[in-house]
């Protein structure tokens, strides 16, 4: 009899911790979320807004998350920012999605895995008065509003600085970012869209860097090595250790488009004889949505998509942005357009601390 | 002889307790689910729809793992499935998805069979031959559908995963061939036979019970069972995903759900109902911490830490049991 009792005990055990794990997990916040998703109506201060994104460990990624949570706080509107965060794909997703939808919030803020196949559940969440805003991507389900930085202007701008500044002559090199991936597609379109207003420019070669800093370096290396002459680069924001690549070697500095880097701005703004320009790409995109999330929620008519255009920044017609977008204390991929006006309305140290309303 | 009776009443009276335990554990997790941010119609739908691809492949390992063996290519196949069914359903009527999804079944059913010939024939370990087979499905699908894309008639997806807020379509989906499946396992010989298989393969090789039609009777199964968890991935998303990280994921998920839903891996005990309710309260966990405002990428490592703890009290239980 006596070890069968044991085994109840242990069962017991076992249960019991099962459920105070469970229980546990809450960490304390008894908050209750905004009930039902009525949308509008709701007294101020009081929405919560859900963020759904399924690439884990990604500074980008990251950055965006935190400027949701940013402008949530800075806006007062917000009481609570509930993140579903995790690897995955559609499927992982649309789980995501339907919890948020359970959880009662006013808002989604997604950043899509894919186009289409998340248009059921934004079609109930709308249903259920639920704003939804696809950031960074596209979604082609017509209740979405979509909000996204442009890139076939991200290679337009860049393509057309880079022009100017070689005078209309030269070898170039385009250093792209994943075949196949829409962004790179759009910035490609928009590169070559530049270029061919300049018969007298030649890219001469063209790779991809898989958006990979050492990878696109070591590339830059090959190339600066080769027989090729290279009088300018353009990149799809594997930009630093381009210009890395040239110190390595010790060869004079040709030109460099890159993206708002952190360190890419230092390079800009104080290595002695390079010439670069920074197109902006803010991850902060994360806090337009939400500002767009907020203004739909009030009752205001937005439209359904918001295209950001990119800034151009260099050291002759632009410094105050540069120094005013320069953190030494981040790290050298951050993302260092940290504001986005007129949309955004917290500060930088908001966006730092990453903390949203209540947290 | 009383001996061997009382052991097996014993290891029935514990299996039972289990199943039980498994039960309670998961109307605990819905209770706290239920306080923490609800649990209504479209919550149960969301549980039962999202893991209805899962709960498919538990049932297949169950089956294979009550057999005595193991597949580690149930994500792959679930995979393949998917990809193949969304690439063959893009634009067509309900009529033909649903011949489709016929054909599928019956594929599936003939490739685990195949598998558990190999096995038995050749004599290699399950776990060598589906791990290769896993690497052959993940690039079958990649060779069907490179991109993620395909489609699906919206009937068909209305019809497994239920309209509006429905959650009984998804739930009678897995729960039909759940007691088909059960009561080939009890009450036909081949079934007795899989659970002979797993108990003690020499006892039962010398008791008569045919290994082969047993070996590829359980895989039959499972690759049945992986074409409906396929399916099942289609109708949810609408389309097809080759990813095979998300094939591996779902494996183990499937062995994570059958140890917790008591079936040992070692064989011959255990039953269906424990490991699909499982499921859920895997599922449950993440979402009861994303309710309480905790990151869910936490809820992967509790997941783990609950895991790891019912094994060791399974092995402690066992201990005990033996010591009796």
């Known amino acids: 009899m006596k070890p069968s009792m044991t085994r109840v005990g242990a069962l017991a055990g076992g249960i019991t911790l099962l459920a105070s794990l469970a229980a546990c997990g809450g960490g304390g916040d008894t908050t209750t979320p905004g009930g039902a998703a009525t949308g509008q ?172 800093y050492s990878k696109g370096g070591q590339q830059a290396l090959d190339l600066l090595n080769s027989s090729t002459a290279v009088d300018g680069i353009w990149t799809s924001g594997i930009d630093y250790t381009v210009v890395n690549a040239f110190k390595t070697l010790g060869k004079p500095y040709a030109p460099v488009v890159g993206a708002d880097n952190n360190e890419f701005i230092n390079q800009i703004k104080s290595v002695d004889g390079f010439t670069g320009a920074a197109v902006t790409n803010p991850a902060a995109i994360g806090g337009v949505g939400t500002a767009v999330a907020l203004d739909a929620l009030s009752g205001e008519q937005v439209p359904r998509e918001t295209f950001l255009t990119p800034e151009v920044w260099d050291l002759a017609t632009s410094k105050d942005k540069l120094d005013a977008n320069y953190f030494p204390d981040r790290e050298a991929t951050f993302s260092a357009r940290v504001t986005v006006e007129p949309h955004t309305s917290y500060t930088p140290e908001q966006l730092f601390a990453c903390k949203g309303p209540g947290e | 002889m009383q001996a061997t009776t009382m052991a097996a009443t014993g290891s029935m009276a514990r299996r039972q307790a289990w199943t039980g335990a498994t039960l309670l554990a998961f109307l605990l997790l819905v209770a706290v689910k239920a306080q923490s941010g609800g649990f209504d119609s479209f919550e149960i739908q969301t549980m039962v729809t999202s893991t209805l691809a899962l709960g498919y492949l538990t049932l297949a390992q169950g089956v294979i793992v009550i057999g005595g063996g193991i597949d580690l290519s149930v994500g792959a196949q679930m995979v393949l499935f998917n990809c193949l069914s969304a690439r063959l359903m893009e634009g067509r009527s309900f009529g033909t998805c649903l011949l489709i999804a016929a054909g599928a079944t ?219």
Request: net charge positive; hydrophobic share 50%.
């Open chain 1, 41 to 212: 109506g709701q007294q101020q201060s009081s929405f919560v807004i859900g963020v759904s994104n399924t690439l884990v460990g990604n500074g980008w990624r990251e950055e965006m998350i935190c400027s949701v949570k940013a402008e949530s706080l800075a806006s007062g509107k917000v009481s609570k920012v509930i993140v579903a965060n995790r690897n995955g794909g559609p499927t992982e997703q649309i789980a995501d999605l339907r919890q948020l939808i359970s959880q009662g919030v006013n808002a989604i803020i997604v950043n899509p895995s894919d186009p289409d196949k998340l248009n059921p559940v934004i079609k109930q969440a709308k249903d259920r008065g639920i704003v939804v805003v696809a950031v960074d991507q596209a979604v082609s389900a017509p209740e979405a509003l979509v909000v996204a930085n442009d890139q076939v202007a991200y290679g337009r701008l860049g393509g057309e600085w880079l022009a100017k500044t070689l005078e209309g002559k030269g070898n170039v090199v385009e250093m792209r970012g994943i075949a196949g991936a829409p962004a790179d597609n759009d910035r490609h379109k928009g590169f070559t869209e530049a270029l061919s207003k300049y018969p007298d420019i030649k890219i001469v070669k063209e790779v991809f860097t898989g958006w990979d």
């Open chain 2, 106 to 324: 019956l594929a599936g059913a003939l490739l685990g069979a195949l598998t558990g010939l190999v096995i038995a024939r050749s004599g290699v370990p399950d776990i060598i031959v589906t791990l290769a087979t896993g690497f052959v499905w993940s690039g079958l699908a990649l060779f069907v559908l490179p991109t993620p894309g395909g489609g699906t008639a919206l009937e068909f997806q209305t019809l497994v995963l239920g309209s509006g807020t429905e959650f009984w379509p998804p739930l009678v989906g897995l729960a039909v061939p759940g007691l088909i499946i059960w009561y080939v396992l009890r009450r036909t010989s081949a079934g007795l036979g899989i659970y002979a298989l797993g108990s003690d393969r020499q006892a039962a090789f010398l008791a008569g019970v045919p290994a082969l039609r047993a070996q590829v009777t359980a895989y039959a199964i499972g690759g049945l069972l992986c074409a409906l968890g396929g399916l099942a991935a289609t109708a949810f998303t609408g389309g097809g995903d080759p990813r095979a990280t998300a094939g591996m994921t779902a494996t183990l998920t499937s062995v994570a759900a059958v140890v917790l839903g008591g079936i040992a891996l070692t064989g011959g005990v255990g039953g269906l109902l424990g490991p699909v309710v499982a499921v859920w309260s895997l599922y449950l966990i993440p979402a009861i911490m994303l309710a309480r405002g905790v990151d869910p990428a936490y809820g992967e490592a509790v997941k783990g830490v609950v895991i790891v703890l019912v094994v060791l009290i399974g092995g402690l239980l066992r201990r005990n049991g033996r010591k009796t």
